[in-house]
């Protein structure tokens, strides 16, 4: 395999591979440097990347493996992520503002969820993948994940009912 050939297999989803990796690590540069080391074990695996069925969700275990790996190197346990990829220009500065701020407490009420779930909820909500391809980075079942999933969804509705009763939450 050329370079020419790699980059357009690994460039639709180098953007999910540094999302789950900000998902798992500390910071944007930890995530950026994880996704290059990343990139370039699969550049040196690049003569067998043709023998897996799924490339994306090859390159998504690699990714999830070398991220815990380094937390586990650096005991690193304040994970949070930050994945504000809304924006809309035609609304005002108020709408804007309140937007931001429910994104942020969306993303705090995901980072107070177990790891897995904060996982599976990165790669099924926010990535759209499909429930065989979590199973197989996760090393899980699809049930497992389907469970988890529902779990991680009706804390998080819970949750936000609970806020919006004692009126912190508007929407």
Same mark, same amino acid.
């Given at each position: 395999?050329?370079?020419?050939?790699?980059?357009? +297999?690994?460039?639709?989803?180098?953007?999910?591979?540094?999302?789950?990796?900000?998902?798992?690590?500390?910071?944007?540069?930890?995530?950026?440097?994880?996704? +290059?080391?990343?990139?370039?074990?699969?550049?040196?695996?690049?003569?067998?990347?043709?023998?897996?069925?799924?490339?994306?969700?090859?390159?998504?275990?690699?990714?999830?493996?070398?991220?815990?790996?380094?937390?586990?190197?650096?005991?690193?346990?304040?994970?949070?992520?930050?994945?504000?990829?809304?924006?809309?220009?035609?609304?005002?500065?108020?709408?804007?503002?309140?937007?931001?701020?429910?994104?942020?407490?969306?993303?705090?009420?995901?980072?107070?969820?177990?790891? +897995?779930?904060?996982?599976?909820?990165?790669?099924?909500?926010?990535?759209?993948?499909?429930?065989?391809?979590?199973?197989?980075?996760?090393?899980?079942?699809?049930?497992?994940?389907?469970?988890?999933?529902?779990?991680?969804?009706?804390?998080?509705?819970?949750?936000?009912?609970?806020?919006?009763?004692?009126?912190?939450?508007?929407?």
């Amino acid at each position: 395999m050329n370079q020419k050939r790699f980059l357009q +297999q690994i460039e639709p989803i180098k953007d999910k591979m540094f999302r789950l990796a900000r998902r798992l690590l500390v910071s944007k540069e930890a995530a950026e440097d994880a996704t +290059q080391d990343v990139l370039v074990k699969l550049w040196k695996r690049k003569e067998t990347l043709k023998t897996y069925d799924n490339l994306e969700a090859f390159a998504m275990t690699v990714t999830k493996n070398h991220c815990l790996d380094e937390l586990r190197l650096k005991r690193n346990n304040n994970l949070r992520i930050v994945h504000n990829n809304y924006e809309d220009h035609q609304t005002g500065l108020q709408k804007q503002l309140e937007t931001k701020n429910e994104l942020e407490l969306v993303e705090h009420l995901i980072n107070e969820l177990p790891q +897995q779930q904060q996982v599976i909820i990165q790669l099924r909500e926010i990535e759209q993948m499909e429930y065989d391809a979590i199973a197989k980075i996760l090393n899980m079942n699809e049930t497992a994940v389907r469970v988890n999933l529902s779990r991680a969804r009706k804390k998080l509705r819970s949750q936000m009912q609970n806020l919006q009763d004692y009126g912190i939450a508007e929407h």
